[in-house]
Structure formats: structure tokens, C-alpha cells
């Protein structure tokens, strides 16, 4: 894995739904790895990159996450419920703040969902490089933190 730590964005694939519908973090040799899921067939546009300060929500409510740096992964179009349903049922009821046995990765945090852009942060332990890929069947996207 690279050391390379600029922003990172992607347009979207396929016939996306933007539904999220599961969140995944494990450790794995060398790196960590943080996989958001989605119902469909594509992915959504993404953005990855490090945040310099705290975190905070559209309505500028602080966001504690645990780390010493904070690396902010942004999809669009993307949601936790089915805007097609009339009662809005929830496609992703998971935790919105997820911890593993991960090296770098301290915890990933849910920060909001407004107009369609969803906000995630990973919590590190240090800044390092990272690299973001999309997979289908099912349509994820992926990012894998350095542990070194």
C-alpha cells in the first residue's frame, strides 16, 4: 500500500440506489479496511480525504471521534432509508459508531445524512496513506487505511 495521503474522489457506477444497506471494518495484513455497502447495482460518487480539525454536522453539532487524525469519507447520492417507501423503512439499521480489532483504525462514525451527501469519519491512531476502490456484486465502496 502506498504512502499517499492527498484527497481521493470517484464518480458514480452504475445504476446506483444509494441505499446504504451495511457497514464492515476489519484488520487485515498491513492495513485496515473500511467497507460501505449499498442496495443496487452501482456505487455512488465518493470523497475521501483527511480533515484538519473537529467534526461537526450540517446543523454545526460537534461529532466526538476518538483519534488523533480524522479521515472523512463523503458519498452522494447515499441514505439509511428508502425514500421510495412511504414510511421511510430503514435500509441500514446497523451502529452508527463502529469499533473492531483494527490497528489504525480506532472507530468509524456515522455523522450525518442530509440531502442525499453521507458522511462517515474514520477515527486513526495516526495519519498514513490510504487507498479507496468500489467493487460490485454486491456494490461497495471500500477504503484501506495503512497500518504502517
Given at each position: ?9 470517484g ?39 483527511y ?18 487524525a ?79
Amino acid at each position: 500500500m502506498s504512502g499517499n495521503t492527498s484527497d481521493r474522489a470517484g464518480d458514480s457506477i452504475g445504476e446506483q440506489s444509494g441505499q446504504l444497506v451495511a457497514v464492515r471494518m476489519a484488520a487485515h495484513d498491513g492495513f485496515d479496511r473500511f467497507v460501505l455497502e449499498f442496495a443496487g447495482t452501482g456505487t455512488p460518487m465518493w470523497q475521501v480525504s483527511y480533515s484538519a480539525g473537529g467534526v461537526s454536522n450540517t446543523a454545526d453539532e460537534p461529532i466526538a471521534v476518538a483519534g488523533a487524525a480524522i479521515l472523512s469519507v463523503m458519498v452522494f447520492p447515499a441514505r439509511l432509508v428508502d425514500f421510495e417507501d412511504p414510511d421511510f423503512t430503514p435500509t441500514y439499521d446497523g451502529p452508527l459508531r463502529i469499533t473492531s480489532d483494527t490497528r489504525n483504525v480506532i472507530e468509524a462514525v456515522f455523522v450525518e445524512d442530509f440531502e442525499a451527501y453521507m458522511q462517515w469519519v474514520l477515527g486513526l491512531a495516526a495519519t498514513t496513506g490510504f487507498e479507496v476502490t468500489t467493487l460490485s456484486d454486491p456494490p461497495r465502496l471500500v477504503v484501506d487505511v495503512s497500518t504502517r
